[in-house]
Each structure stands twice: as structure tokens, then as C-alpha cells.
């Protein structure tokens, strides 16, 4: 490594312009906005601003309220990451696809309770108050008073019921709800308007996992809706008729689909948001680049009572992946984590230095690369036999790990079972060890034992009925992580050498999704996120037909017994399980519940893991402060980049 | 007087090599030649044509004996020789060819893998060495290799190492067969269609005529997409990917003949009433007889330039169809999927020789352009 010059010409020059932003914003600020004289430099006056100077302007010109006006009465505080910080500036991102809403998830979420700094448990949010009965079946939520949408109307009580009763209890549009939405009955919860800002919601049974639902930002944000701007689309508020020729007008089938369109926050600049920024334009214009900007009644402040976001506007270019790999390494990129590879990682690290940004390693969540058997099988045959743990442990113990990591990530990777890490409530000590090590003789003789000894020409075990050991590995290909089609061709050798074949099948995504409901594939190759797995049971649990392990025992539990097959003894111990969690009425017995799911996946291993990412990269730019430098988690449930609560980010360079 | 002897007498009587030639010559000047003569010998006469044809000649060789040229199998691979750049060879005289060993490991902080050599210890090299089994030409099994490592064990990297260790020169040798073959049969059933339907509609016309071209306005009006889509659907999951995409090829190549049956139609009709078909009709000669001898020349120039311009093309798009699970992709191994693998910023920073593939199609389109060129010139014997 170079040593590092003290001050290099780029940071020079970059001091240099800031120093001449500040004095002229000082000037500016001196000449109209009756700033206090005599305060300290320059720094001072600016740190000591309560809100943005874009938005003090407007108020001088009379556009917009007095500060004090827009702010609820007690302002949320946010976490903070760093020191005080300016004003101003415009964060560039960048992102694949023009459909893609996790900007608005992890920059401009709003949601009645969000995660705690350490990202274990909820904490109020747009509520002030958010308390259950004893049997956590009913919440009562305190919304702070004064809450503004972005076009200054009041947010209250009575948006939150729209969302309770017009949305998420209309049939359309809701025809059944998800289990995240919903009681154990699958009813949907009923809300009473107590006050302007007080509300009730009861379900019909415990539901211990609602508030943590509420603070993942792409489920909370969906129960913040504003009334005044989505009643003119909607039925119960306006004539059927017209609703219905605007949507045709528009371009819509149904009613039902231009309510969604004129809900998406990230494709219409029209919706009162109540997050931190509102889209300008939206990527899907001609240029491919969506703006977004403050938003002017944010409830957020500070500890000294300066509104948030300190970052005037947002930035986002559609790019592809190469593009966007070359952008994160030329510095463009303010601050990235999501779309960016890991394995472009080493290009970010050697251009870091010359482009002004460093690169952060987060954790990765749900980057473990695994083998999912289909325990249930159309074949019988098969299916008895992926029923077997002896089975299923010696595919896991005939794979070398090892030599997988060291070819595909130097040696880097984490070689693990998918069970719950360390430090997730749902650990208990000892699990995800089971036929994690290399050991082909181990596998030959396990298989042995279960009467798989004829082998064919080839060497291909045979089972009872005759047919060979010959399985589909059905999958999406993807090198941005771990490559997986070099990853799996490793273990289809691997399997080769216990007398197992095993035939790749990339698939588009389409066709992947399509053969994992219809339950037409032998094993499933993806990824399985591992912490916080109540949140997305699916992959642990199969609560639905999109099941990775069982999608025909998750159509069954779906649909209460209607369609599907019924699970094996095996699964509904599982599902009893994730029944006796959702339902649970202490904390206890809810992580007790999870804890004997992980249990039993640890014992049985109906999921093979193989290599899991050691760290993702994130790009900083040097001027950006306040992102959190604890290695936080990089999930999907968390809100990705939300995890650093980007609202308190800021350029040390203000404008 | 030995000054004014026959000097032809004093020299071995002719070769029956040179005395085919001198009969050939002769017919060349008293007007005798048969049209392929003329053709081979203005296409002889053209360098550019004459390296084009060896070069695909080498080309193809190497594709047909990838198996015994290259130095390892194509799905071998070496854990500790992931992005290997390429190995330098030595020689000596006392050692013979040789390399030094690498030893790599991951730098944690740059996450840059370091190769270190270890200039004491020498692997040594040899011409037909054993190594991985191959089928030579698909039947005949072999283990003898052309270049390559005297312990079978040992790894060689004259290209470099592709990010799962294995040798990019043997990629490149095994990616040929499969980019030079099954695009190629595609190409080849299209036009064969397109020459034969498109004759046949040009020819007899009339009610022949009309049936035949609305089935290709039919045939043309068929959205790809959604064809696509159900063939992805339809085709079952145990195929493996080359044949998979050989399916597809085919499937393509026989609704895609349309085009060329067009042109060909267009040439057959606007030929069908010159002066020199009617005496052809007229002395009684068949009806393929006329297409082919007397049509076809005229319009000969125009289906090589068009063959010589769809095979690269074929090969560029061998991973076009990637995305809905129908073209070549990993782990079936063509250029197209190597060069579709190397198509990242990581590859070009770090690892640039992975892009060789690229040389491969480059000079595999040149032969075909220049071959392509010179028989569309030698195709019309008479003309500048």
C-alpha cells in the first residue's frame, strides 16, 4: 500500500470550493435572511440552522408555512450516526431496474413504527404511542398531532382507517390478505377511530409479529395512504362510474389497477408522501433518471430540533450493471449498497483512493447459497427419499465446501448451514453444525444404507423401482455474488463422486417462479436470508405455494386444506411450530416457538446450505457523514440502506 | 552439339501432377473449361480468398481436435488457480520447456488475488503428454495431449485461468465446436428452404405461387416473443443446454428461411423470361435442371454474400436468448458464453486476457468474410 499524502490535490481543490460555497452561502444568508450578526464562523451559522435554507426561502416568499407550522407537535428525533452536520446537496444513486422501489423503501419510508437503532425491536414512529393488550391481539396507536403530508394537509386518524377499512378490507384490491395483514383465521384486523389521532385495531387472535411487519419498510409503508388525494380513485368515496371511466381513460383495465398506480409513491410525482423525499420526476421518464426532493412537512428532527433530511435532493440514474459498476468506481455513486457485486468489489477497493469514496463491508442477509430439495415431490419415490435426513445429509456432506470458497471467493466465504445466525433471537447454541463437513465416504455409506447400492453403466446409483439418482437443479443464474452456475457445477462433481447425478437447469425468472408454484422440480438452487426469518417464514416454513422446500404442503396451508397435498408428518410439525409463534401471547413463547423451528431445520437439514458472502460491499462518498460504521446488516426487512436512517445523512460541504 | 540440344530433353519427363495442369492450362485457352474450373482458379487466384480458406481450414481443425489440442479438459478445473494470468513458458536446454508453480492467496484488504511464483521449482513441459481423457472425434478415447504437463496433475495456463481455475486456451478450443457447428447447421437449413421454396414459387408461379407466399406472409406474421416463451416452456428440463439451444436454432432456422425465399423469388421471376431460359425450356431440360444450372448463377453472388454475413452474425447471438433459458449459456461452453462471462468490469480491470475469446470470433468472421468475398467474386468468372 501508498502511503497516504496529507492532503491530496483533489481534497485540496474540494476544501477549496467548500470554503468558497460556504463564505458566498454566508453572504447570501447575510443579505436576505436577517441571519443573527455576530454568530461564530461560518460553520456555525449553518450548523445552527433549524431547517434548510431551500426551505427558509420559500417561507420568506410566502410558499410555504413557518417551520414551526409544519412540524408535528413533538417531532420524531432520529437516530443519529455522526455530528452535526449542513444543509444541502444532491446524493446520487443508481439502480437496475426503472421498476425497482427500494430507493423509496430505504431513503423516503414512513411507517407508524420503525426499527430501533440496533434493528432488534420496533419503536414508534409516525405513532408517538403504539401499545398492545396483554395478549397482544389489540393495538392502540397515538399518532403525534400536527402531522403533515407533503402538500400540508393533516395526515390523521382517518387515513389511517382508509387504509384499514377501504383498502386492505376492500375485496378488490385485497382479495385475500397475507398472512403479514392478517389474524390466525386470516381475517383482516378491524380498526375503531377513538380520536383524531387515536386508534384501535384488534384481531381476531394474538399477533405478536404485526408491529415487527409494520417496521419493515416495504410492509409499513403500504398502511400510510393519503385520504384527500386517493378518494377521487376510489369507489367508496366517489360515484363507481367515474372512478371507473378514469381508470379506463388512463389506460387501465379495472379501477382497482390505476388505484395502485396512483398510489406508487416512486412513479407518481401527484401522492402526498409523508418520508423524507417526494419524486419529482420518476425514472420512468425519457431521461431514465428520477428525482426526488425534501419533503418540505418531513416529522423527523434532529436532537436540536433541525428538521430532516439534511440532504436537499436525491439523484437516481437507471443503469445496467456495468454501468452502474463503473459509475460506483468512478466515484458518482454518493452512496450505494444495493446492485452493487461483490465481486466487482476489488475494482471499487483500487479505484477508492483517486475518486474520493471508501468502501464499507456490511453484512450480507440472505446471500447463503443453498440446495433446496422439493420434500414435496410429485414422484413418490422421490419424495420419500428427499424425505430421509439421511438422505438429505449425505448431498450436504458429499459437497467440499471449502474448495468451492476458495475457487469462487479466495477462501473468503462463510461456509454455513441455513439456520439463524449468531446473535438473532431465534439462535440456540449448537444449531447449523449437522453434515456440514467434506466427507464423501461418510455420504457413500449413508447412501449405502439406504439400499441404494445398484449402480447403473455410468455409476449412477439406482433407486428401488430402477430409475437412476438423477435430479434437476432448477435455478436463476446470477455472478454478481457468488457465481452460482461455477458454484453449482462444483457440486454436481461433488455429487458425482457418491454416485448422485445431478443435471443444471438456469432458468429465467419466470419460468423458475413458475416451476416452483406449479411444484414441478426436483431441487431448488437460491439463496436463503437467515436472520429475522419470522418475517419471511417461506423460506424456513412453507406457509404458501411459493415454498422453496415444499411449495404442495404450502398450497395446503394457504388455503386451509383446499388445494395442495397434505404435509408430511415431518412439515406440520413445522407448521405447527410457525402456528404456535404467530399465535404466541408472551415474547417467550413466541422465541421458544422459532426456536424449535431452527431446531429442526439444524437437526434435519431440509435445506443444504453451501457458501454465504463474507461482507457487501458499500460505496461512501468521503464528503457523506453520518452513515453508520458498525458493519450493519444489509436486509431486504431492515429497508437495505435504511438501517443507517438516511435522513440524518449529510455532505460536509453542504450545498 | 550440346549447346542446341532440346533442353526438354534433357529434363524427367513430366509429373502427371504438372501434366493435369498443362491440359487444365490448355482448356483455359481453347475455351473448353467447365464453369467449376473457372471458379476454382479465379478463387486461386485471389490471396485474400486463398488465407480466408486456410485460416477457416485451420479453424475447424482445431475445433475438430480441441479434445487433443487443448491441455486440459474443459470441465477441469483448479481451486487455487482461479484468474491465473497466463504463465510464462521456458525453455532450456538442459530442462526443456518448463513453468514455475504459483502459489495464490486473497489479500483481505484488496481482495486481490496474489499469484507468487516460486522461481525454484520448475514443471516441466512436454509435446504429447498424458493428461485428461478426451474422445477424440467424439468416439475414440485418449488421454494424449498435445502440449502440456509431464505430471497429469500439474495445471497449465498458456491463456490464463477463467474465476473457477479452469484454462482459457482449452475453453476457447472446445467453445469453437460448438460456436462453429450448431449456429452454423441453423444458417445452413435456412437457406437451404429458402433457395428451394423460393425457386420453386419463382419458377412455376401462378396459383403455386400465390399458396406459397401467403404461407410466408403466415409464417412471418408469428410474434417470436411468445414463441420463444412457449418454447421454453415446452422444451423438457433434462435437455441439456446445447441441445436445447441446437433445438432452437433449428425451430428458428425453419420459420426464418422466409426472407431469403423472398429474394430468391424475386431473382427466379425477373430471370424466368430472358431469352436463354426459353432455349433452355426449348432443348427440353428439366425443370431443376434449368433452376440450378441456368438461374442459379445469376443470383449465386447474392446467397454468399448473404451466407458469409449470417454466420457471424449467428455466432455473436448464440447467447442472445440467454435471458428466457434458450441460448448457450454456462455451463455449456461456446465463445459466445465465454465472451458473455467476460463482459464485466471485473474481468476487464483484473483480468483482461479472459477477453480472448473475443480474438477467436474475430478471426473466425474474417476467414468467413474473406472466403465469402472471394467465392462471390469467383462465383461470376466473366465479370472485372
Known sequence: MTSTPGLSRRSFVQLGAGMIAGVALVTLAGCTFDAPAGTAGAAGTKTSLKEAPMLTKLVKEGKLPELAKRLPAKPAVAASFGGTALYGGTLKRGQLDAGDRGVMQAFATASFVEWDEDNRKPVPSLAEKFESNDDMSEFTMTLRSGLKWSDGEPYTADDVLFVM??????????????????SADKSVPQAEKVSDTVIKISFTSPTPLWPKYLSNPSVGGQFVKP??????????????????????????DSWDKYFADRDNTWTNPDVPV????????SASSASGTADLERNPYYYKTDADGRQLPFVDRLQVQILAQEALDLRAANGDLDFQAQFLGYNTTQVYLQNAEKNGFHVDRWTPAGSLLSLCPNLSHKDPEIRELFSKKEFRGALSQAINREAINKSLLGGLGVVMQPVAPKGDEYYSDGIGKNFLEFDADAANSAL??????????????????????????????????IARTDAYSMVVKDLANVGIKLTLKPADSTLYTQSRTTNDYDIDGTTVPQTKFDLEPVWYVPTGGNSHSAPAFGQWYASAGESGEQPSADVQKLLDSWDA???????DARVKAGKAIMKQHSDECYMIG?????FVPVVINNDLL?????????????????????????????? | MVDQMNPAALEAPPTPRQMRKARAQLKFLDGTASQSQLIRRRYKSNPMAMFGLYLLCLIYFTAIFAGFLAPHSASSTSADHAYQPPQAVHFTLEDGFFIHPTESSTDIETLQRVFVEDPDVKIPLTFFATGDEYQLLGFIPADVHFFGTVDPDQRLYLLGADRAGADLLSLILYGGQISLSLGLIGVAVSLVLGIVIGGISGYFGGLTDTIIQRVIEFIMSIPTLPLWLGLAAAIPPRWGITETYFAITMILSLLGWTGMARVIRGRVLQSRGEDYILAAKLDGASHGRIILRHMMPSFVSHIIASMSLAVPAMILAETSLSFLGLGLRAPAISWGVLLQDSQNLQVVANAPWLLMPALAVVLTVIAFNFVGDGLRDAADPYGK
Open chain 1, 626 to 655: 453520518n452513515v453508520r460504521d458498525d458493519k450493519p446488516e444489509l436486509a431486504f426487512v431492515l429497508g437495505r440502506e435504511r438501517v443507517t436512517k438516511p435522513e440524518q445523512l449529510a455532505f460536509a460541504t453542504g450545498e
Open chain 1, 581 to 587: 409463534l404467530r399465535t404466541a401471547t408472551s415474547d
Open chain 1, 448 to 481: 449405502d444404507e439406504l439400499g441404494l447400492t445398484e449402480k447403473d453403466s455410468n455409476g449412477v446409483r439406482l433407486m428401488n423401482s430402477g430409475k437412476p439418482l438423477d435430479f434437476v437443479l432448477l435455478y436463476v443464474d446470477a455472478t454478481t455474488e
Open chain 1, 610 to 614: 453451501i457458501l454465504a458472502l463474507p
Open chain 1, 165 to 182: 377499512q377501504n383498502w386492505l378490507g376492500n375485496k378488490t384490491m385485497m382479495p385475500s390478505a397475507p398472512y403479514w395483514f392478517s
Open chain 1, 227 to 252: 385520504l384527500h388525494y386517493l378518494r377521487q380513485f376510489h369507489p367508496d368515496f366517489t360515484d363507481q362510474g367515474t372512478v371507473d371511466a378514469q381508470a379506463k381513460a388512463a389506460g387501465f
Open chain 1, 274 to 281: 409523508m418520508g423524507a423525499y417526494r419524486v419529482i420526476t
